[in-house]
């Protein structure tokens, strides 16, 4: 797994967070740690990550 964006989803109220976190689900981020309340923005904000899904393929056993 490898972080390859980090984005703060921010709403005036949690209804307005949820829907700011949900349309990030829809691009593919995922929400990161617990949302916090900013105080001198008034805000509540959720961190957000995309992250890839990089593995690497192991040879097979018993593969010449």
Excluded at 43 to 63: R, T, V, Y
Aim: proline residues 5%; hydrophobic residues 40%.
């Amino acid at each position: 797994m490898k972080i390859i964006e980090y984005k703060t989803a921010t709403g005036a109220s949690a209804q307005e967070l949820d829907a700011r976190v949900n349309d990030f689900i829809k691009d593919g981020y995922q929400p990161f740690a617990t949302p916090y309340f900013a105080e001198k923005t008034s805000s509540f904000c959720q961190a957000m990550m995309k992250i890839s899904e990089l593995q690497q393929q192991k040879p097979k056993l018993g593969a010449v």
